[in-house]
């Protein structure tokens, strides 16, 4: 197990941290115990390279690692393997808008470090707005090819809760800023949800919600810029315009982490097996087409590498076929469509779906046959939840299958309509503070852990 950090984190309860209702410790546990109790040799450091064929010095496949371990800091050195996960994530490519990120102008609450400083601040334009000063309070994603715009509507309520429990929401304007067409798209293109025999849309079901709370909304829009206190973006219809904040959160756009690959003669084989974005490429149908053919087939089901077949990428790191929403770009040619979300649950079962096929070749031979599981067979829930406490909180909890449409099955909306549903309440917050329990159980893998799904 390769991993730069010392510690785990249950990143959906960042957005607690955010608010200052947890703590880093509340969210995070170190690893080495866990692994050394496992019987797993634990590598505290960065992978930067993939050798799948070997080298001349090296007859094996191998990975090069950079220790983050302070006990070998910066050592280099190299690991070899049979089989080889890649589950790295995204490379949260602040970047990409100058300005944006804890190392400019807004916040985060991406890592508990970010989140804690998004609370921090936080705090401060409480302070103000209790000594008379009204401040405008922005949250969203920070570039027209963000994805993840659940966590961002998930942090907007909950800062909205708490200016309300701080008993000076009359001295705030909050806006959500965001690359989505309309409220409710969520990079997966919108649901119809039933509820109680009636059929809602997201947009309508979000919008309610968005107004009940007086939360104003910026859609289609992609942050160009940040300035001290001034967001600058960009509009589908190619308008440019400009958002005063005084807090402001926003997401950044991720890439993939910058893994390099290497046949064994030395050459770069970076771009066969990786995507321009950084993303790994698997077995998924990358032929570009219109959007109007791309279909449920194109998504991978193995999750193995185009190129080598003992090497898997699974959750944010493999390479999607293509959005799910529907792709658009402004009139000056800016690309405004959120990327496809590869959250949670999808990326466990992806992650267990390709440890079965592993152990199935090692106990059956390596010509076993993959198992599979794809996003166009798979559903998602998501439980934006604001507050705390079991009587205070509340939670807009969605659940969708599959996360990929299906118009060959389900030919009305791409999804199953008894299956996809959202509701609004007490009882969705409790289920998102059991999921922080249960999954940071799970993962200090406690006696019975594998009996909680993913
Ligand atoms: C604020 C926030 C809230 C969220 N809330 C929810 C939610 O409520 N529900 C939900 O389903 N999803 C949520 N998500 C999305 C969810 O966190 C991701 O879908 C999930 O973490 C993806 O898992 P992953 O394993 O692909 O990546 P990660 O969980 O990011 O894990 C990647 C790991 O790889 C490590 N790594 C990176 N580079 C390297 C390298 N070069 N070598 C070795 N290791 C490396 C990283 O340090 C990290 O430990 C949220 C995301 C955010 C940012």
């Given at each position: 197990m390769v991993t730069p950090n010392s510690k785990w984190n249950w990143i959906p309860s960042n957005i607690w941290v955010g608010v200052g209702k947890m703590t880093t410790e509340d969210v995070t546990f170190p690893l080495a115990p866990i692994y050394k109790r496992k019987g797993i040799t634990f590598h505290q450091a960065l992978a930067t390279?993939?050798?799948?064929?070997?080298?001349a010095e090296i007859d094996q496949p191998f990975v090069t690692v950079r220790y983050t371990?302070?006990?070998?800091?910066?050592q280099v050195d190299t690991i070899t393997y049979d089989y080889l996960i890649?589950?790295?994530?995204?490379?949260?490519?602040?970047?990409?808008?100058?300005?944006?990120g804890p190392d400019g102008n807004t916040v985060s609450v991406c890592t508990p470090g970010h989140a804690v400083q998004a609370a921090a601040a936080l705090t401060d334009a409480i302070a103000k707005m209790r000594q008379g000063q009204r401040q405008r309070i922005v949250v969203g994603v920070?570039?027209?090819?963000?994805?993840c715009e659940g966590a961002a509507f998930e942090y907007t309520f909950n800062v909205e809760h708490e200016i309300r429990m701080a008993g000076v929401r009359d001295m705030a304007d909050v806006t959500y800023v965001t690359?989505?067409?309309?409220?409710?798209?969520?990079?997966?293109g919108g649901m119809v949800f039933t509820q109680n025999g009636f059929e809602t849309t997201s947009k309508l079901w979000t919008e309610s919600l968005f107004r009940e709370r007086d939360v104003k909304a910026v859609v289609?829009?992609?942050?160009e810029r940040i300035e001290p206190g001034v967001i600058h973006y960009e509009q589908l219809d190619g308008s440019k315009n400009e958002l005063p904040f005084d807090f402001a959160m926003l997401l950044p756009p991720f890439r993939g982490v910058d893994l390099k690959a290497f046949d064994r003669a030395g050459e770069d084989i970076t771009s066969e097996v990786f995507l321009a974005s950084g993303f790994m490429k698997v077995d998924a149908n990358y032929t570009a087409k219109p959007y109007g053919e791309w279909?449920?087939?194109?998504?991978?089901?193995?999750?193995?590498s185009s190129r080598f077949a003992n090497i898997f990428a699974v959750g944010i790191a493999f390479a999607p076929?293509?959005?799910?929403?529907q792709p658009r770009s402004s009139t000056n040619g800016t690309v405004i469509t959120p990327s496809p979300p590869r959250t949670g649950m999808p990326s466990g079962v992806m992650g267990k779906t390709a440890a079965l096929t592993i152990v199935d070749r090692i106990t059956n031979g390596p010509t076993s046959r993959s198992r599979e599981a794809s996003m166009a067979d798979m559903g998602a829930a998501c439980v934006a939840s604001s507050g705390m406490g079991l009587r205070r909180g509340t939670a807009a909890s969605m659940t969708m299958y599959p996360v990929v449409p299906d118009y060959e099955r389900?030919?009305?909306?791409?999804?199953?309509t008894k299956d996809t549903f959202g509701e609004i309440g007490l009882a969705g917050h409790w289920i998102k503070y059991m999921l922080h329990v249960l999954f940071l159980y799970k993962a200090k893998a406690r006696p019975f852990w594998y009996m909680i799904p993913e």
């Open positions: 390279e993939l050798h799948p064929e070997g080298s371990d302070p006990a070998r800091l910066d890649n589950a790295t994530g995204p490379k949260l490519n602040f970047a990409a808008t100058p300005g944006l920070g570039h027209g090819t963000c994805t690359n989505e067409y309309e409220l409710g798209d969520f990079g997966v289609q829009a992609h942050v279909s449920a087939a194109d998504w991978p089901r193995t999750y193995e076929p293509h959005q799910i929403s389900f030919p009305a909306t791409g999804r199953s």
